[in-house]
């Protein structure tokens, strides 16, 4: 439910201009609420209410939903003293609430949900529901059918965790330079899963890349770094699994 809030606050996160250039329109006279033109930015406006912009309707939308490749060398989180996050490489800034679902390191690459709608994090993350997350992966290191199985099995990571049943496949082995490209899907998202998988059967991966998270894949045309709005169809396939 969208709160009681200010007028240019409202007009903000909707995305109208920056908190300046709305006050400067409100004060131009651009503004009406419920046919009354606006005349203080800190006036309050909540659902109910009929905002128009220049006679346009401005609706309130509740929650926002970004897909994003992520690139390497950024942190997922939603601020940083010293380091990029993936909240920075929003451009579309006036929403104050928005957070990356789930972890990627640092190093690793692809899907990113960021959002501000706590209910549907909660229900991609929640461990309960087991939510298939796939990755592709370089690694150092001849992955072989016995790593296949045992991931399937469930991998002892060590005397705290056995991993869930992980599909393995194995797309390419380069015999000479001792390194495999591998598909893996989990439904764990452990701090360093996929990595510790690896470790466990003495191997590394060198690069890694998520590629879809429950019904949401990512797109290949969003280069590292980008990210776009979730369509209609996404947002519907994710919220089946939030009333799930
Ligand atoms: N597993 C990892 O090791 N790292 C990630 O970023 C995601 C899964």
């Known amino acids: 439910m969208m709160k009681n809030m200010r007028l240019d606050r409202y007009l903000c996160e909707m995305s ?73 490489l929003i451009d579309e800034k006036t929403r104050k609430d928005l957070f990356p679902v789930g972890r990627l390191d640092k190093d690793t690459e692809g899907l990113l949900l ?9 229900a991609l993350l929640a461990p309960a529901r087991h939510v298939q997350k796939v990755y592709r992966a370089d690694v150092k290191g001849i992955v072989t059918q016995k790593d296949v199985e045992s991931f399937a099995r469930g991998l002892e990571i060590d005397d705290q965790w056995t991993a869930r049943p992980a599909r393995l496949t194995i797309l390419k082995t380069d015999q000479t330079a001792g390194t495999s490209q591998i598909e893996i899907s989990i439904v764990e998202g452990r701090f360093h899963q996929i990595k510790r998988m690896f470790q466990a059967v003495g191997k590394e991966v060198i690069s890694l890349k998520r590629i879809s998270m429950g019904p949401l894949v990512l797109d290949g045309r969003l280069e590292p770094g980008s990210f776009r709005r979730l369509t209609d169809e996404e947002i519907k396939e994710l919220k089946k699994l939030q009333n799930g």
């Open 16 to 88: 109208e201009g920056t908190r300046k250039e709305i006050k400067q329109k409100i004060k131009s006279g651009l503004v009406t609420v419920n046919g009354q033109t606006a005349s203080d930015p800190g006036m309050h406006v909540d659902r109910a209410d009929l905002v128009l912009l220049g006679g346009r309707p401005v609706v309130y939308e509740e929650f926002v939903y970004f897909m994003m490749n992520k690139p390497q060398g950024v942190l997922t989180a939603t601020m940083d003293k010293k380091q990029q996050t993936v909240l920075d």
């Open 114 to 122: 960021i959002c501000n709608d706590g209910q549907l994090a909660h």
